[in-house]
């Protein structure tokens, strides 16, 4: 069955740094999101992106936030220069255009120091 | 009036037993409700869903509740086994657009 890939599973970084998280939506999906989850907390929705174009985001997603898709299969986020309150798990979802589903990935654990 | 509320925060059930969790939304413009399953350090996975057009839907052991006057949703899950201990999300949406999740409930299955 398809599912979402995102690397890597943990990234360690210190306060400042930039770090570029990385996700491989199904692949005949249109639609991708990024949300994240500190530690014991809700999932919180970050971004939506179609068509090469962010369609909403959330209050979460300043200016030290951007999304691409590099090229036809990935996806990615880039947090230009980490706080230590970015520290969370980042999930990546996608879904298709002709149904509500959004499948998740395993997510990327970002520890900032 | 985006939120999406669940109770109860955490749920202890023995095997065999009845677990139900319960939400509530405000936005009538929602028009999926699907259920989250989450396991320690991995990502939700879509355990089920329903739309507002419809009062109930049943999915092996698993039974989504809707009452769209009150608002209200709820999840039951019938003979419940140690296996089912995760932490379960209730969601709403519109479309394409974002995914709102309830704050989640931990359910542990005791044998």
């Not at chain 2, 399953?37 to 698993?62: C, H, M, N, T, Y």
């Not at chain 2, 899950?77 to 519109?94: K, N, V």
Request: proline fraction near 5%; hydrophobic fraction near 35%.
């Amino acid at each position: 069955e398809p599912e979402v890939t995102q690397t890597p599973s943990h990234q360690v970084t210190q306060m400042g740094q930039e770090v570029i998280l990385r996700c491989v939506p199904i692949s005949n999906h249109l639609y991708f999101y990024w949300y994240r989850q500190i530690l014991g907390q809700k999932v919180e929705f970050l971004v939506s992106f179609y068509n090469n174009e962010i369609s909403e985001k959330s209050e979460i997603f300043d200016d030290q936030f951007s999304v691409e898709r590099p090229d036809g299969s990935n996806f990615t986020l880039k947090i230009r220069s980490t706080k230590l309150e970015d520290s969370a798990m980042y999930f990546c979802a996608s879904s298709d255009l002709l149904v509500d589903e959004q499948y998740f990935g395993p997510g990327t654990r970002l520890t900032v120091t | 009036q985006q939120q999406v509320k669940q109770s109860p925060q955490s749920l202890i059930v023995q095997k065999g037993g009845i677990s139900i969790i319960n939400c509530a939304y405000e936005n009538t413009a929602f028009d999926y409700f699907p259920w989250y399953q989450q396991f320690p350090g991995k990502g939700p996975a879509l355990l089920i869903a329903i739309r507002p057009d419809v009062s109930e839907k049943k999915e092996g052991r698993f039974t989504i509740s809707f009452n769209k006057s009150a608002k209200q949703f709820s999840l039951h899950i019938m003979d419940s086994q140690p296996g089912d201990s995760a932490t379960y999300f209730c969601a709403a949406s519109r479309g394409y657009q974002k995914v709102t999740f309830g704050t989640g409930t931990k359910l542990q299955v005791i044998p």
